[in-house]
């Protein structure tokens, strides 16, 4: 078993910037990708960005509406994902989640939540003057 524990979440201004931390613990080894995702009240989860680890490679793959603007990245000594949000705009508020998988995954794959096996509790993300 693998548990997800984020962190980071809080209030920012528009166009502030905001770090997001997803902490692993137990079988850490396992978890090949990583991801984020999120959800606001009355809509479905959606893919914000994942890293995914082939051949000693850390492959990045993330959403249009957040490309260029967010950064997903991996500290294998911590077994810790961050997600970096810049220029943040009113409509990525949401709660947050970190995710993770077994296994490597496709561009396409990386995309789909029915693949993750493990996840966090969430974080809060507001954006507001």
């Known amino acids: 078993q693998v548990q997800l524990v984020e962190s980071g979440g809080g209030l920012v201004q528009p166009g502030g910037s905001l770090r997001l931390s997803c902490a692993a613990s137990?079988?850490?080894?396992?978890?090949?990708?990583r991801g984020w995702f999120r959800q606001t009240p009355g809509k479905e989860r959606e893919f914000v960005a994942a890293s995914t680890r082939t051949a000693g490679n850390d492959n990045e793959h993330y959403s249009d509406s957040v490309k260029g603007r967010f950064t997903i990245s991996r500290e294998s000594a911590t077994n810790t994902v961050y997600l970096q949000m810049t220029s943040l705009p009113p409509e990525h508020a949401a709660v947050y989640y970190c995710?993770?998988?077994?296994?490597?995954?496709?561009?396409?794959?990386?995309?789909?939540?029915?693949?993750?096996?493990?996840w966090g509790q969430g974080t809060q993300v507001a954006v507001s003057s």
């Open positions: 137990g079988r850490t080894h396992s978890t090949i990708t």
């Open positions: 995710a993770a998988i077994v296994s490597y995954c496709s561009r396409t794959a990386c995309r789909d939540r029915r693949l993750y096996q493990f």
